[in-house]
Each structure stands twice: as C-alpha cells, then as structure tokens.
C-alpha cells in the first residue's frame, strides 16, 4: 500500500514517525513523510519520500507567532495538494501534528493516529495526566480523582475540542462530538511500553504497539575503567537549559563507587561542567550502543530516552523538566522500573540518594530486566505496521466519504 505519515520535527514525534515509516519500508510498502527539513535526509535514507512539512511558529517570540488552530489550517491546505500528487491509500497523523489528518479528511482517505508516549486518555479514577501523580491504590483514591478531572480536565479538554472544531469548521470539515481531537476513532497506535500503561478497558480503535524506537547515526561510548556499576546521564535533548541535572549528577556522583558517562545531547554547556576522575562526558553517544553496556539510567523522562534505557534493561533514576516527563516518571515509579527524583529536588546529594537507592534494588533491576525480555520478542515496528495493514484493508474496501 501506499502511506502519507505526518509528524512535525520535535524528536519525540519524528523518531517514532521515522521509526514506523521504516517498518512499513521493510514490509514492501511506498511511503511518504512529511515532517521539517531537519529530518529529510533520514527520511530519504530509510527509503521515504520526504515531503517538506510547512514550518510556523506557533510559540510566543519576539515576532507575532500564528495560533495553533490558524497554523493548522494553513498547514493542512498546503498538505492537500501533496497529498493528492502522492495519491495514498491511508494517512497517518502524529497526535500533536494535525495538518496531515485534516488533510488526509479533506481528501477522502482513511486516517490513523500515532501517539508516541502514554496514552493521553484518562479512564474514571486515574490521576490527571502530567502532573506526576501515580495511580490510586484504592477505590476511595480513584473516587477521589473523578471529580478533579471534571473540574480541571474536562473544561480545558472541551476547550480544545471547541477550538479544533473552528478548524475543522473553517476547513469545511464537520464536527467532531468528542474530546481528546487528535485521536482517530478508526485506528490509534500507542507506541509505548503495555508495563507503562495503567490497567483499563481499551477502546476498539486503539492498539498499544510497543515503543517505536529511531536514532540518527552515532558511535557507542565505553564507561572509564574499572569493575564498578556504569550509570548513564542522559538529559534531555530540548529541556533544561541550564543542565541542572547534568550538573548535579556529575558533581553528586564525583568519588562515588559507579563508572559514569554523560552526554550534554548537542546543546554545548555555557559554563564548564564538573570533571569527575570517575565519568568520561561527551557531547553525543548511540543510547542503542550504549544503554546496552550500563546498569542505571539518569534521565530527564522523555519518552524515547525512558524506553530505550527501560528496553536495554536499565532501570531509570527520572528527574522530570517539563511537559509529559512528570506522567513517564509517575509511570514508571508505579510499574517499579525506576526512582522518581522531583526538579525541585534536583541536587548532587539528592541524586547521589537516588542513584545509591536505584542500584541497591534487586526489584527494580529484575523488573527492568524483564521489560527488555519482552522487547526483544515484540518488534514494535512489524507490529505496528502490521496493524495498519489490517486496518487499511478494512477500511479501503470502499472510499472514505468526504467530512
């Protein structure tokens, strides 16, 4: 078949994007991706058409930035006309990337989501999502969530309904009667770990596929000599500006019994770092080649640097900075798989803590250990490729009506 996938240049969204398209390429399929021109030269060397995704900002600077919705709706009429030249049989949105599945409607194709974290519904009961809570362990505790996601959920959820139906207004597109918009209710593919997920009653259109995991080239880094336990710091690539927890790892974890290694992830510190005797820091590694060879994981709690440590059976040490961090770090706290250390509480001896207590635990090194036993007899990429094969031949039999 022939697939449009649409994701913008964040790495959170275009490697999972990235990560699929070549999983559909090993299948025999043609596929096309539309995403930043950062990405083109990885997307024509997984075997992709690149598409150049229109790029706006849509965040407050120093220039009068669009609204998302108008960026949407611009973005998705100039997608139309790619579309129709690269004539698809299905379409697949990132969950943050709109102008693709809006235009895959306008078009009368198929559309399937890509979400490539948690997922971001909430059943009756759960904590809300992203501020770091975990789940109840009582029946009392999720009664007393309910009315919390009511009040504060569900007004800014009908919120962003009634905006993205203005969109889709504007695009002569119908409404939609639910919230959580970016989510197609004819497929869903949740790329994340099944241990990440809270136990609940999944929806027809939703398939949890595993992580969809895609890294650019780059070399494996050894840990210093010695017999000691190799703990990896690895930040974020976009957050924490200051490299709070860099820093306080390196300087935490300075005499201490343990091998480190540490990436500053291309975004080259504006102060000298510390230079433990005990740490080699280097400004970017392969986490494929190098979580493989460590025992722990420090990290901020972005998704693809949270199941790549978790699938090469390290236990993680989560600080969390911003966005959904706070929700992986909750996520993988209550599955026992890691050691959640609050940003506020980021220092060297809080870390140093952490990382004593994360190697200290046979349960959390056992269960880290099983997750990667379970990733390495479940191809998240075949799998969800091989998804979308089974739903686009239900739902190509006949043209998909127009919006």
Known sequence: ?????????????????????????????????QTWDRWEAATVAAGM??????????????KLPLKPYAAAVRAARVTVPQIEGLAPDVVVSDVLTPAPALAGELCGLPVATLVPHVHPALEPGFPIYSIGARLPRTRLGAALWAPAQRRLVGKGLEQGRVEYNGCRERLGLRPLPWVHTGLSRSLTLVATLPQLEYPRAWPSWVRVVGPLMW?????????????????????STAQDEEHRLLRAALS????????????????EPTEPLPAPRNAVVVP??????????????????????????????????????????AENAARADWAGLGVRLPRRYCSPRAVRLAVQRALSSPRLRARAREVAAWAATHDARETAAIELERWAERVTRAPAPRA
């Open 1 to 33: 078949m022939k697939v449009f996938l649409g994701a913008f240049a964040d790495a959170g969204h275009a490697f999972p994007m990235l990560a699929l398209g070549e999983g559909l390429v090993a299948r025999g399929h043609e596929v096309a991706l």
């Open 49 to 62: 058409t690149y598409v150049r995704a229109p790029e706006y900002q849509v965040f407050p600077t120093d």
């Open 215 to 235: 890294e650019p080239p780059a070399a494996g880094v050894d840990p210093p000599a010695g017999d000691g336990p190799v703990v990896l710091v690895a930040p």
């Open 252 to 267: 935490g974890l300075d005499g201490e019994p343990v091998r480190v290694i540490a990436t500053w992830n291309g975004r």
């Open 284 to 325: 970017w590694l392969s986490y494929s080649k190098t979580m493989p060879r460590c025992d722990l994981v420090v990290c901020h709690g972005g998704h693809g640097t949270l199941v790549r440590a978790l699938t090469s059976g390290c236990p993680v040490v989560v600080s969390p900075a911003v966005g959904d961090m």
